[in-house]
């Protein structure tokens, strides 16, 4: 049934059709998974309206720091962020988030467990439409004292289901953070790490090499080697990937030509995600429809890729 409406959408570039089909967001950061409207209606009409290309991460970050971190000034603040997102994500019928929550978000609350009440809350009041994932998330400029000071806290909690890192790829230090990976696995969470995005096939096997992860944020990058594509087959690591994000960010010069297509062919594991609505806008039901109007795939694969992320 699901699978008839899905198709049906797509054929008829019917978005209401897709939105009712259950999809996966399994590549999201929470601060910024809402559309713009509903942040800037937060913060009273003062976000500045994201640019269409962005520079690279360093554009990102610029944006990041600039217009919208400074609008957050505590607990409350991060409380609406995940809200909001979670919210976002059942307006596009995803039955299953994994969204990233920076473990610097302990920063603006007097007590960790204010965080992990709030996440627990927010979980259990929209249990019945998804199934959201709380996922921790770092940056690679994160120091030696809050990878112990708030990191272990956060996998401690018991909250987290899964262990991301991302940020500057020219930082390519995957070493510093082995062991935290170890302990988290060891603590039961899934690893994912952003590699490959703007980088090439060497930052994705060095990641796979080093932290063991089971699934890739973006690894576009891996397109060019073809041993880090059997790596990545072989051990069945999936690639959470997110098309209009490399297209605004610059990594691919047109949707047509992102790798997608040879990816899926070498038979690797990929699922279609949002990374950042508020930056990119396009839901994971409109990425969906952006890939058949380019002709990447026909109907049925990408009912074959939608069904990855539900796994
Ligand atoms: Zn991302």
Known sequence: MEEQLFIEGLKENNLEKLKKVSKADIHNH?????????????????????????????????????????????????????EASVKEAIEDHITILEASIDCHDLLYYKNPNELFQSIKKIQNKYKDQI??????????????????SLLIPCIDSGIYQSLDLYGDEDINDFNRFKTYYQYARQKGLKLKVHAGEFHDAKNVLDAI????????????????????????RDKGIRLNLAISSNFILGAIPNIKKHPIRTLY???????????????????????????????????????EIRLNGLL
């Open 209 to 232: 090499k080093i932290l063991e992860v089971d699934e890739i944020q973006h690894g576009i990058g891996a397109i060019t080697d073809d041993e880090a594509l059997n790596l990545i």
């Open 131 to 148: 199934d959201f994932r709380p996922e921790l998330g770092m940056p690679k400029n994160i120091t030696d004292d809050r990878l112990d």
């Open 265 to 303: 062919d070498k038979g690797i594991k990929i699922t279609i995600n949002t990374d950042d609505l508020l930056l990119f806008d396009q839901s994971v039901s409109e990425e969906f429809l952006l890939l058949y109007r380019h002709q990447l795939f026909d109907e049925y694969e990408l009912n």
């Open 30 to 82: 929470i601060g910024l998974g809402m559309r713009f409207d509903t942040f800037n209606q937060y913060v009273g009409g003062k976000l500045k309206k994201p640019p269409r290309k962005i520079n690279g991460l360093k554009g990102l970050d610029e944006y990041i720091f600039n217009e919208s971190v400074i609008h957050i000034k505590n607990g409350k603040d991060i409380d609406f962020l995940i």
